[in-house]
Protein backbone atom coordinates (compact mmCIF):
# COMPACT_ATOMS: atom_id res chain seq x y z
CA UNK A 1 0.00 0.00 0.00
CA UNK A 2 0.91 3.39 -0.33
CA UNK A 3 2.64 5.47 2.63
CA UNK A 4 0.14 6.98 5.14
CA UNK A 5 2.46 8.44 8.44
CA UNK A 6 0.44 9.48 11.39
CA UNK A 7 2.17 10.41 15.25
CA UNK A 8 2.30 7.00 16.88
CA UNK A 9 1.00 8.56 20.26
CA UNK A 10 -0.43 12.17 22.13
CA UNK A 11 -1.30 13.03 25.33
CA UNK A 12 -3.29 15.89 26.16
CA UNK A 13 -5.64 17.06 29.12
CA UNK A 14 -9.13 17.30 29.45
CA UNK A 15 -10.66 20.19 27.87
CA UNK A 16 -7.86 21.07 25.58
CA UNK A 17 -7.10 20.55 21.85
CA UNK A 18 -4.92 18.16 19.90
CA UNK A 19 -4.29 17.72 16.31
CA UNK A 20 -3.47 14.60 14.91
CA UNK A 21 -1.55 15.06 11.78
CA UNK A 22 -1.91 12.63 8.40
CA UNK A 23 0.79 12.68 5.32
CA UNK A 24 0.06 10.55 2.56
CA UNK A 25 1.58 10.20 -1.41
CA UNK A 26 -0.63 12.81 -3.32
CA UNK A 27 -0.60 10.16 -6.43
CA UNK A 28 -4.06 8.70 -7.03
CA UNK A 29 -5.49 10.60 -4.33
CA UNK A 30 -9.27 9.88 -4.36
CA UNK A 31 -10.32 11.01 -0.81
CA UNK A 32 -9.21 10.61 3.02
CA UNK A 33 -11.38 9.27 5.67
CA UNK A 34 -10.84 9.50 9.49
CA UNK A 35 -11.94 6.57 12.27
CA UNK A 36 -11.93 6.31 15.84
CA UNK A 37 -11.21 2.95 17.42
CA UNK A 38 -11.45 2.45 20.95
CA UNK A 39 -9.53 -0.54 22.32
CA UNK A 40 -10.90 -3.97 21.36
CA UNK A 41 -13.79 -2.05 19.40
CA UNK A 42 -14.56 -1.76 15.69
CA UNK A 43 -13.30 1.53 14.20
CA UNK A 44 -16.28 4.11 13.50
CA UNK A 45 -16.22 6.68 11.07
CA UNK A 46 -15.51 9.96 11.94
CA UNK A 47 -14.88 12.57 8.82
CA UNK A 48 -14.18 12.62 4.90
CA UNK A 49 -12.30 14.87 3.10
CA UNK A 50 -12.00 14.78 -0.67
CA UNK A 51 -11.66 18.70 -1.36
CA UNK A 52 -9.24 21.09 -0.04
CA UNK A 53 -10.27 22.93 3.33
CA UNK A 54 -11.98 22.29 6.71
CA UNK A 55 -15.22 19.92 7.14
CA UNK A 56 -16.43 20.54 11.23
CA UNK A 57 -18.83 18.13 13.03
CA UNK A 58 -19.10 18.96 16.45
CA UNK A 59 -16.33 18.95 18.44
CA UNK A 60 -14.50 17.32 15.76
CA UNK A 61 -13.24 18.77 12.61
CA UNK A 62 -10.76 17.49 9.77
CA UNK A 63 -8.86 19.52 7.37
CA UNK A 64 -7.25 18.39 3.79
CA UNK A 65 -4.38 20.00 1.63
CA UNK A 66 -4.46 17.65 -1.90
CA UNK A 67 -1.22 19.36 -3.50
CA UNK A 68 0.13 18.98 0.00
CA UNK A 69 -0.72 15.45 0.66
CA UNK A 70 -1.32 16.63 4.18
CA UNK A 71 -4.59 16.02 6.63
CA UNK A 72 -5.07 16.52 10.11
CA UNK A 73 -7.97 15.68 12.73
CA UNK A 74 -8.72 18.47 15.32
CA UNK A 75 -10.41 17.05 18.80
CA UNK A 76 -11.57 20.37 20.89
CA UNK A 77 -13.05 20.09 24.59
CA UNK A 78 -11.29 16.32 24.68
CA UNK A 79 -13.43 14.22 26.91
CA UNK A 80 -11.92 11.20 28.53
CA UNK A 81 -14.22 9.18 26.10
CA UNK A 82 -12.07 10.61 23.24
CA UNK A 83 -9.28 8.21 24.69
CA UNK A 84 -8.98 6.23 21.58
CA UNK A 85 -7.03 5.40 18.30
CA UNK A 86 -7.72 7.38 15.55
CA UNK A 87 -7.03 6.00 12.42
CA UNK A 88 -6.19 8.14 9.02
CA UNK A 89 -6.95 6.39 5.88
CA UNK A 90 -6.74 7.03 1.70
CA UNK A 91 -8.37 6.07 -1.13
CA UNK A 92 -6.36 5.83 -3.92
CA UNK A 93 -8.42 5.61 -7.24
CA UNK A 94 -10.21 2.37 -6.35
CA UNK A 95 -12.83 0.65 -3.79
CA UNK A 96 -10.07 0.26 -1.19
CA UNK A 97 -8.69 1.85 1.59
CA UNK A 98 -4.99 2.27 2.84
CA UNK A 99 -4.50 2.76 6.20
CA UNK A 100 -2.08 4.32 8.46
CA UNK A 101 -0.86 2.78 12.01
CA UNK A 102 -3.09 4.93 14.06
CA UNK A 103 -2.36 7.60 16.58
CA UNK A 104 -3.07 6.71 20.09
CA UNK A 105 -4.84 9.26 21.75
CA UNK A 106 -4.52 9.61 25.72
CA UNK A 107 -6.36 12.19 27.42
CA UNK A 108 -5.38 12.74 31.02
CA UNK A 109 -7.50 14.26 33.62
CA UNK B 1 -30.72 -2.15 13.54
CA UNK B 2 -28.62 -2.79 10.60
CA UNK B 3 -25.06 -3.34 11.15
CA UNK B 4 -22.43 -6.18 10.69
CA UNK B 5 -21.98 -9.04 13.14
CA UNK B 6 -18.84 -10.72 13.25
CA UNK B 7 -18.18 -14.09 14.82
CA UNK B 8 -17.12 -15.51 17.01
CA UNK B 9 -15.68 -12.81 19.27
CA UNK B 10 -12.67 -15.35 20.19
CA UNK B 11 -11.68 -17.90 17.95
CA UNK B 12 -8.30 -20.61 18.74
CA UNK B 13 -6.74 -22.46 16.05
CA UNK B 14 -4.35 -25.73 16.79
CA UNK B 15 -1.35 -26.23 13.91
CA UNK B 16 -2.62 -27.80 10.65
CA UNK B 17 -6.24 -26.54 11.54
CA UNK B 18 -8.34 -24.65 9.24
CA UNK B 19 -10.82 -22.29 10.60
CA UNK B 20 -13.60 -19.99 9.52
CA UNK B 21 -14.54 -16.45 10.71
CA UNK B 22 -18.18 -15.54 10.37
CA UNK B 23 -19.41 -11.63 8.69
CA UNK B 24 -23.04 -10.87 7.90
CA UNK B 25 -24.49 -7.82 7.06
CA UNK B 26 -27.84 -6.36 6.53
CA UNK B 27 -26.73 -3.25 5.52
CA UNK B 28 -27.81 -4.14 1.85
CA UNK B 29 -24.07 -3.25 1.11
CA UNK B 30 -22.52 -4.39 -2.28
CA UNK B 31 -19.23 -4.15 -1.17
CA UNK B 32 -17.41 -6.14 1.75
CA UNK B 33 -14.15 -6.34 3.28
CA UNK B 34 -11.49 -8.27 5.54
CA UNK B 35 -9.08 -6.70 6.86
CA UNK B 36 -6.15 -8.07 9.77
CA UNK B 37 -4.65 -5.83 12.81
CA UNK B 38 -1.41 -6.04 14.19
CA UNK B 39 -0.15 -3.92 17.25
CA UNK B 40 1.45 -0.93 16.16
CA UNK B 41 0.40 -1.83 12.27
CA UNK B 42 -2.46 -0.68 10.32
CA UNK B 43 -5.29 -2.37 9.23
CA UNK B 44 -4.20 -4.31 6.25
CA UNK B 45 -6.45 -5.87 3.47
CA UNK B 46 -6.64 -9.12 2.77
CA UNK B 47 -9.82 -9.87 0.48
CA UNK B 48 -12.24 -7.82 -0.98
CA UNK B 49 -15.55 -8.18 -2.80
CA UNK B 50 -17.52 -5.58 -4.72
CA UNK B 51 -20.33 -7.78 -5.82
CA UNK B 52 -21.26 -11.59 -5.19
CA UNK B 53 -19.81 -14.29 -6.51
CA UNK B 54 -16.66 -11.96 -6.91
CA UNK B 55 -13.70 -11.45 -5.01
CA UNK B 56 -10.15 -9.82 -5.44
CA UNK B 57 -7.07 -10.19 -3.33
CA UNK B 58 -5.74 -7.46 -0.94
CA UNK B 59 -2.23 -6.51 0.03
CA UNK B 60 -1.88 -10.49 1.72
CA UNK B 61 -4.38 -12.65 1.19
CA UNK B 62 -1.80 -15.48 1.11
CA UNK B 63 -3.10 -18.11 3.55
CA UNK B 64 -6.41 -16.99 3.21
CA UNK B 65 -9.63 -17.77 1.34
CA UNK B 66 -13.08 -15.97 1.22
CA UNK B 67 -16.30 -16.69 -1.03
CA UNK B 68 -19.04 -14.38 -1.47
CA UNK B 69 -22.23 -17.10 -2.08
CA UNK B 70 -24.70 -14.20 -1.03
CA UNK B 71 -24.56 -10.41 -0.79
CA UNK B 72 -25.41 -10.78 3.43
CA UNK B 73 -22.30 -12.89 3.66
CA UNK B 74 -18.77 -13.02 3.43
CA UNK B 75 -17.12 -15.60 5.36
CA UNK B 76 -13.09 -15.66 5.69
CA UNK B 77 -11.08 -18.83 5.99
CA UNK B 78 -7.41 -19.08 7.68
CA UNK B 79 -5.99 -21.55 6.46
CA UNK B 80 -2.45 -23.86 7.93
CA UNK B 81 -1.09 -22.30 5.07
CA UNK B 82 -1.42 -18.68 7.24
CA UNK B 83 1.92 -19.23 9.54
CA UNK B 84 1.40 -16.26 11.75
CA UNK B 85 -2.50 -15.82 11.90
CA UNK B 86 -2.62 -14.25 15.31
CA UNK B 87 -4.35 -11.39 15.25
CA UNK B 88 -7.69 -9.14 15.41
CA UNK B 89 -9.93 -9.48 12.26
CA UNK B 90 -12.31 -6.64 10.93
CA UNK B 91 -14.92 -7.33 8.27
CA UNK B 92 -15.88 -4.04 6.82
CA UNK B 93 -19.03 -3.41 4.37
CA UNK B 94 -19.61 -0.08 2.34
CA UNK B 95 -22.07 0.87 -0.87
CA UNK B 96 -20.63 0.93 -4.23
CA UNK B 97 -20.72 5.05 -4.32
CA UNK B 98 -19.12 6.48 -7.33
CA UNK B 99 -15.40 6.90 -6.71
CA UNK B 100 -15.08 4.90 -3.35
CA UNK B 101 -16.29 7.78 -1.59
CA UNK B 102 -18.76 6.34 0.62
CA UNK B 103 -17.37 5.29 4.09
CA UNK B 104 -16.61 1.46 4.98
CA UNK B 105 -19.17 0.26 8.41
CA UNK B 106 -16.69 -2.79 10.45
CA UNK B 107 -17.99 -5.40 12.79
CA UNK B 108 -16.59 -6.00 16.11
CA UNK B 109 -13.91 -8.26 14.85
CA UNK B 110 -12.94 -11.66 15.73
CA UNK B 111 -10.05 -12.00 17.94
CA UNK B 112 -8.03 -15.11 16.28
CA UNK B 113 -5.31 -16.65 18.44
CA UNK B 114 -2.67 -19.75 18.05
CA UNK B 115 -3.21 -22.92 20.64
Known amino acids: GQNIDQPTEMTATEGAIVQINCTYQ??????LFWYQQHAGEAPTFLSY????GLEEKGRFSSFLSRSKGYSYLLLKELQMKDSASYLC??????????FGAGTTVTVRA | DGGITQSPKYLFRKEGQNVTLSCEQN?????MYWYRQDPGQGLRLIYY???????QKGDIAEGYSVSREKKESFPLTVTSAQKNPTAFYLC??????????????FGDGTRLSIL
Open chain 2, 92 to 105: ASSPRGSEGNQPQH
Open chain 1, 26 to 31: TSGFNG
Open chain 1, 49 to 52: NVLD
Open chain 1, 89 to 98: AVNFNDYKLS
Open chain 2, 27 to 31: LNHDA
Open chain 2, 49 to 55: SQIVNDF
